[in-house]
């Protein structure tokens, strides 16, 4: 009877190993960041060195930047997401669509994509290549996953294009330049059927200027009270800003909401924000996603 008894016991914990090994075991969410130094953190040293072995940077400059910002607001979420990045300084999609069209294309979960900052650096203010090229690229990604989950990131309104004379928004608020780039990537969002959505990150950081958190003229100095959302040159992102941009990231594609990280947010700390500056920006991309259709996020 033991002797039985024993086998059949031997017999279910084998058969209860067999199955756990055939089960499917989870699978980390794939997202790609496609960009320029918008993404990767020019101008802020701590954003771009931030914690590059936590993501693969497919072009092999070990840089860390917004993606790496992302990374850390998911697991600090509890979410399992495996981040890459490809990028190029002071490009738009076309060239990553010539040039590196054979690195990025790949079956991914989720892409970011990420143009130049004036819509087009020959024509600023023309959406047309964006259109084009990130009509193409979309559509090349759902030939590799027609599950994947394909947005566009609509940039802030550059400072230097603003304030300064030579710039092409001259003369007009500082919130416009903004709202001409969310027109341009909601105008590349209706021409493809391969792209679901686009992130308000300009308009985030508008919403920043608006509510006084941020100060809206760096050629001014920086009331007290407030920060400045752009570097030294007033055209890149500081540290605050590119925290804004990623927070905006973070609660769009995950649909979790950016004030869970809380004001004691190590991410911000590491980067050299204080909690009461971590908590407004936090409030401004919860407010600014709230007032979005934000797509659901494409996998829990």
């Not at 800003?241 to 990231?249: D, H, K, R």
């Not at 609660?251 to 407004?280: H, Q």
Request: hydrophobic share 40%.
């Amino acid at each position: 009877m033991s002797v039985s008894l024993t086998v059949r016991r031997t017999g279910a914990l084998l058969f209860a190993i067999s199955a756990m090994s055939l089960s499917p075991l989870a699978c980390a969410t794939t997202i790609l960041f496609v960009g320029n130094s918008f993404t990767y953190g020019a101008g802020a040293p701590a954003v771009n060195g931030f914690r590059p072995h936590t993501v693969s940077d497919l072009n092999g400059t070990k840089i860390g930047g917004v993606p790496a910002l992302f990374k850390a607001m998911t697991e600090q979420a509890g979410l399992d997401y495996e981040v890459s990045l490809e990028t190029e300084g002071g490009a738009g999609l076309d060239f990553h669509y010539k040039h590196r069209h054979g690195l990025i294309v790949k079956p991914w979960d989720i892409v970011l994509l990420q143009g130049y900052s004036t819509l087009d650096q020959d024509a600023p203010g023309d959406p047309a290549k964006l259109i084009h090229y990130s009509g193409l690229l979309a559509q090349a990604f759902h030939q590799q996953n027609p599950q994947v989950d394909v947005r566009l990131t609509a940039t802030w309104s550059r400072a230097d294009q603003t304030w300064l004379p030579s710039g092409v928004w001259y003369g007009k608020p500082i919130r416009q330049m903004a709202l001409d780039v969310r027109r341009g990537h909601d105008a590349a969002h209706a021409a493809s059927r391969f792209i679901s959505g686009v992130i308000p990150v300009g308009e985030a950081w508008n919403r920043a200027i608006a509510s006084g958190v941020a100060a809206a003229n760096p050629y001014h100095g920086i009331p007290a009270g407030q920060v400045n959302l752009w570097g030294d040159d007033a055209y890149h992102g500081s540290a605050h800003g590119y925290y804004l941009e990623a927070l905006t990231i973070f609660g769009s594609i995950t649909g979790r909401d950016p004030r869970s990280l809380g004001a004691g947010d190590a991410i911000a700390r590491e980067v050299g924000i204080d909690a009461r500056t971590a908590a407004a920006l936090q409030d401004i991309a919860a407010e600014q996603l709230a007032s979005e259709k934000v797509p659901e996020p494409a996998l829990p």
